[in-house]
C-alpha cells in the first residue's frame, strides 16, 4: 500500500509537470503557484495521516499464545475460589472444630474475604513492578505464588492437631494468595487488550473470563465428584486436601503456557522511547490517583457492580443453598455447575457483542438485568424445589454473562501504556477487596441479622443502580485504539482497508489518535524512519566489513 501511494503521489506531479507547460514548453506562473502551494508543507500533510507504517498487525501465533498464558492463570486463580468456596462448610469444620456451625461458617467466609484485604496491595505493588518491569515477569510471579500458596493449604494441619495456630497459618497463606492474585487479572487484562486487534478487542479480552469460570467450574465440579466418591468422615479427614494438592500439577501446565507468552508491542514500544518527557509519563501511585482519580473511580464502581453480582453466583450461592436453604452440599454443587457452564459458554458471545454494539450498551445490560432481577431470583429460589432453585441461578447469571465479560476490555482502556497495569490494579483490587470479596460475608451477615432469605438480593440491587449510573458516564471504546498506542488489526488487508477509510471510519478520531501516539512515542515521523534505515544500513555495512576483514582460515 505504501508503495502504490508513493507512486501516486509521482504520477501526480508527472502529470501536472505536463499540464502547467504551455506549447512552447514552458511552466506557467499559475501552474508554479499551485505546485508550490500543495508542496510547501509536506510533513504535516503525512503527519495528520494514518499510513501503513502506523498500522499494527497482530501475528496469529502470537495473539494465541498470549490468550493461552493468560487464560491459564485466571483459570487457576478462580479454581481455587471454586474449590474454597465449596468446601467452606467442611474448611470451617477443620479449621475452627470446637465452635458452633454458624460461627463455622462465617469463619470460613471470613477467611475467604481476608484474602481480598491483599489483593489491593498486592495491585499497588505488582501494578506498578508490571508498569516498569513489564507485564510477562509479573504474571509468571503471581502463578507461581499463587498456586504455591494453594498447595501449601492442602498440608496445613487441622485445629485438631495445632489448635489455634491452624487458623493462623490458613489466614497467613490466603493473605499471600490475596496479594499475588492482586497482580493477576488487572495484568492479564492488560496483557491481552494490549495485544488484541481493536474491532475483536471484546471477544478476545472476555476469554479471560472464560477461563475464570471454566476454573471455578473445575473445581467445584472436582469437590462434587469427591463428596460423592468419599463418606462425610472421609471427605473432613483427609479428602478436602485433594483439591488443593492436585494445584500442583495444574500450576506446571500453567506455567509452560505463560512461559512462552512475550511482553505485548505496545509495552516494548514504551519502553524504548528515549524522550525524557515521555519517560516521566510513567506514575507513581500518588501521581496516578491525582491524574486518573476519575478513572479510576469509574472502575472501582463498575467492578463493585459487577463483582457483587459475580461472587454472589460462584463464592456465595454454595453457603446460601446449604446453609440457608439447607440442601447438602452435593446437591448444591450438581445444581450451581450447569449454571457455571453456561456462563463461560455466553461470555465470549456477549463479549463479540460488545464489539458491534459497543461496550456501554452491553454494561447497561449488565446492571440493568441486576436491578431487575435479583429480587425475583431469590423470591424463585425461596421456594427451595429443584427446578425452582435452578432457574433462580439462570437468573442471577444473566447480568453476569453482560457484566463481567467486558470488564477486561473496557477498564484497560481507561489508562495509557505507561499507567495501564498500575491503574488496573488499583482500581479493580480496591473493588474486588470491599465489594467482591466481601460478598459471602456481607449476605450471610444481612440473613443471619433480618432472619429473611432475600436480603442479598437488596445489597445487589444497590451496587447495580451504582454501576447503572457509572456507564452513562462511560466513553465508549469499542473499536478504537488504546489509549497512546496506534491502531491494531487482524492482517495486512484490514490494515490497507483501514488506511484507505480512514476518512469515513467513525471508530477513528484520526487527530487524537496521531496526537496520542506522538505523545506516548508511539508513532514514527518520516525523520525517525529515515534514521531508522540509515542505522540499519549502516550496521549491516558494518558487519560486512567486520566479515571481509577476518583472516581466511588456514
Known amino acids: 500500500m505504501m508503495a502504490q501511494e508513493e507512486s501516486s503521489s509521482t504520477d501526480g506531479n508527472n502529470l501536472n509537470s505536463k499540464q502547467g507547460h504551455g506549447r512552447g514548453g514552458k511552466t506557467g506562473p499559475a501552474a508554479k503557484g499551485r505546485t508550490r502551494k500543495r508542496n510547501q508543507h509536506p510533513h504535516r500533510s503525512w503527519n495528520q495521516r494514518l499510513h501503513l507504517t502506523d498500522i499494527n498487525v497482530v501475528d496469529a501465533s502470537t495473539l494465541k499464545r498470549a490468550i493461552a498464558g493468560t487464560v491459564v492463570g485466571n483459570f487457576m486463580e478462580w479454581y481455587d475460589v471454586g474449590v474454597y468456596g465449596y468446601l467452606a462448610v467442611t474448611i470451617g469444620r477443620v479449621f475452627l472444630s470446637d465452635a458452633s456451625d454458624a460461627i463455622q461458617r462465617l469463619f470460613s467466609l471470613g477467611v475467604f474475604a481476608v484474602t481480598f484485604i491483599a489483593r489491593p496491595l498486592g495491585g499497588v505493588v505488582l501494578g506498578q513492578l508490571g508498569d516498569k518491569l513489564g507485564r510477562q515477569r509479573i504474571l509468571?510471579?503471581?502463578?507461581?505464588?499463587m498456586s504455591a500458596a494453594t498447595l501449601l493449604i492442602g498440608v496445613l494441619p487441622g485445629?485438631?492437631?495445632?489448635g489455634p495456630l491452624a487458623p493462623i497459618l490458613l489466614i497467613l497463606l490466603k493473605l499471600v494468595q490475596g496479594f499475588s492474585t492482586g497482580g493477576e487479572y488487572a495484568g492479564a487484562s492488560t496483557m491481552v487488550t494490549e495485544y488484541a486487534p481493536d474491532r475483536h478487542r471484546g471477544f478476545f479480552a472476555s476469554l479471560l473470563d472464560v477461563g475464570s469460570y471454566l476454573g471455578y467450574a473445575f473445581g467445584a465440579g472436582l469437590v462434587s465428584l469427591l463428596e460423592f466418591q468419599l463418606s462425610p468422615e472421609a471427605m473432613l479427614a483427609w479428602g478436602w486436601r485433594i483439591p488443593f494438592i492436585i494445584a500442583l500439577p495444574l500450576a506446571g501446565i500453567a506455567v509452560?503456557?505463560?512461559?512462552?507468552?512475550?511482553?505485548?508491542p505496545a509495552f516494548e514500544q514504551a519502553q524504548a522511547v528515549t524522550d525524557e518527557k515521555t519517560k516521566s509519563e510513567h506514575k507513581g501511585l500518588g501521581d496516578l490517583i491525582r491524574g486518573y482519580w476519575k478513572e479510576l473511580l469509574m472502575a472501582f464502581i463498575?467492578?463493585?457492580?459487577?463483582?457483587?453480582l459475580s461472587y454472589t453466583l460462584t463464592a456465595y450461592m454454595p453457603t446460601y443453598l446449604t446453609g440457608t436453604l439447607h440442601y447438602n452440599t452435593a446437591q448444591a454443587n450438581l445444581l450451581s455447575l450447569p449454571v457455571l457452564l453456561l456462563v463461560a459458554f455466553c461470555i465470549p458471545i456477549t463479549g463479540a457483542l460488545s464489539d458491534r454494539f459497543g461496550r456501554k450498551k452491553v454494561l447497561f445490560m449488565g446492571a440493568f438485568t441486576g436491578l431487575c432481577l435479583s429480587l425475583p431470583a431469590f423470591r424463585i429460589l425461596e421456594q427451595s424445589t429443584t427446578g425452582a432453585v435452578f432457574a433462580g441461578l439462570v437468573l442471577l447469571a444473566i447480568p453476569v454473562i453482560f457484566f463481567v465479560a467486558n470488564l477486561a476490555s473496557t477498564l484497560p482502556a481507561l489508562f495509557p501504556t505507561a499507567s495501564r497495569?498500575?491503574?488496573?490494579?488499583l482500581s479493580y483490587n480496591l473493588a474486588v477487596a470491599v465489594f467482591g470479596g466481601t460478598a459471602p460475608v456481607i449476605m450471610e451477615g444481612l440473613v443471619t441479622?433480618?432472619?429473611?432469605?432475600l436480603a442479598p438480593a437488596y445489597w445487589i440491587m444497590f451496587t447495580s443502580v451504582c454501576g447503572l449510573?457509572?456507564?452513562?458516564?462511560?466513553?465508549?471504546?469499542a473499536r478504537k485504539p488504546m489509549p497512546g498506542t496506534l491502531p491494531t488489526v487482524l492482517n495486512r488487508q484490514e490494515a490497507r482497508d483501514l488506511v484507505a477509510t480512514q476518512d469515513q471510519n467513525p471508530d477513528l478520531d484520526v487527530k487524537a489518535i496521531i496526537k496520542d501516539a506522538e505523545k506516548n512515542g508511539t508513532r514514527k515521523t518520516p525523520e525517525m524512519l529515515k534514521a531508522e534505515a540509515r542505522k540499519a544500513l549502516g550496521t549491516k555495512q558494518s558487519a560486512g566489513a567486520d566479515r571481509s576483514t577476518k583472516p581466511a582460515k588456514a
Open 469 to 477: 449510573v457509572t456507564v452513562l458516564f462511560l466513553a465508549e471504546t
Open 449 to 453: 441479622a433480618t432472619g429473611k432469605g
Open 421 to 425: 497495569y498500575g491503574g488496573m490494579g
Open 140 to 145: 509468571a510471579f503471581t502463578l507461581l505464588s
Open 256 to 264: 509452560y503456557f505463560r512461559a512462552k507468552v512475550q511482553d505485548t
Open 159 to 162: 485445629y485438631a492437631a495445632v
Open 302 to 308: 463498575l467492578v463493585a457492580a459487577a463483582n457483587t
